[in-house]
């Protein structure tokens, strides 16, 4: 009995002393382009992100006004495969949007 103690004890101890790490993340970013349009962008917002209404608007006029906006911020993988979404959309609208994540 005491030594299922003492191995308990042991085993939180252990794991105490591990680092717990938060996994990186990503911004996934939206580009502006002259060809792409205004309600594509918002369809996209919403369908990929699952922006409301007034967040892809307002997301869609930073990307308009600054060249470039961010989507959200998720982990590697997520982020990897919302780029990937967004640009078999834009492909298959044929539209050159651009779509890039980067590290927090």
């Known amino acids: 009995m005491t030594k299922e103690i003492t191995d308990t004890q042991e085993s939180r101890e252990a794991f ?10 990503f911004k996934v970013l939206l580009h502006n382009d002259d060809y792409t349009t205004m309600d594509f962008v918002i369809h996209v917002l919403k369908k990929v992100f699952n922006k409301t209404e007034g967040e892809a608007v307002q997301i869609m006029m930073n990307v308009h006004k600054n060249g470039v906006g961010v989507c959200g ?3 590697c993988e997520v982020a990897e495969t919302k780029v990937i ?7 298959k609208e ?9 590290e927090v």
């Not at 105490?16 to 993340?25: S, Y």
């Open 94 to 102: 044929g539209f050159p949007l651009k779509c890039t994540m980067q």
């Open 16 to 25: 105490a002393d591990d680092e717990i790490r938060e996994p990186k993340r």
């Open 85 to 91: 979404l967004v640009r078999n959309l834009a492909r």
């Open 73 to 75: 911020i998720y982990t």
